[in-house]
């Protein structure tokens, strides 16, 4: 393994204590045994347990900073606050993807610059998308809406200034597995254990 290969971090759990753990600016981005036992899939964020949402937000984020680090990413490309913008995190969900398969161990020698190729052609839609959505370095504000006939307004949209993005990312992230573990606590509340199916 060189030196420029993320670190491989097994002891990864899903409890509080891992989303307290301090991101680290100057190293790779680490990547959990989950990341590695399987060839790497596609991450449906609509589909994901509490416990791999959990996973999968400290994976990106981790490997979003040190996208950002390496390649001196401005906030016009990266903002701090792209998680909150589902466009963004689709955006870089797949970006990172591709980086675990062009970098995969098992891949050709020339997978590397394609995805540096791809790279190119995603910066500027993150541009597009970042220049949309009105987030900037400083401060954040949803990504405003366009209403169809019928539909009900938008609510007003504002500026919101976040003085500490790391504090503030453990913070919504320990908020989105609490809205995930309710849905999926919801939804089992409703199967029958004796049959595995549905009650009404």
Known sequence: MTDDTPDFDAGAGAD??????????????????????????????????????????LALNRWVDWLRHTYGLPASVIPPFWHHHPELVWELSALHLHWLCAYDAEQNGSAPSGW???????????????????????????????????????????DIIIADRDEEFVEWVQAEVRRRQQAEDEFYAHIDPDTGEVRD
């Open 16 to 57: 509080d204590s891992v989303l307290d753990e301090p991101d680290v600016f100057d190293s790779p981005p680490r990547i959990s045994a989950a990341d590695v036992s399987e060839p790497p899939h596609p991450v449906n964020w609509n589909l994901l347990t509490a416990h791999e949402l959990e996973q999968e937000w």
């Open 116 to 158: 540096h190729r791809d790279f190119a052609e995603t910066r500027n839609r993150l541009r597009d998308w970042v220049a949309a959505s009105g987030t900037r370095l400083d401060r954040d504000r949803p990504t405003r809406q366009t209403v169809w006939p019928g539909e009900n307004p938008a609510p007003p949209v504002e």
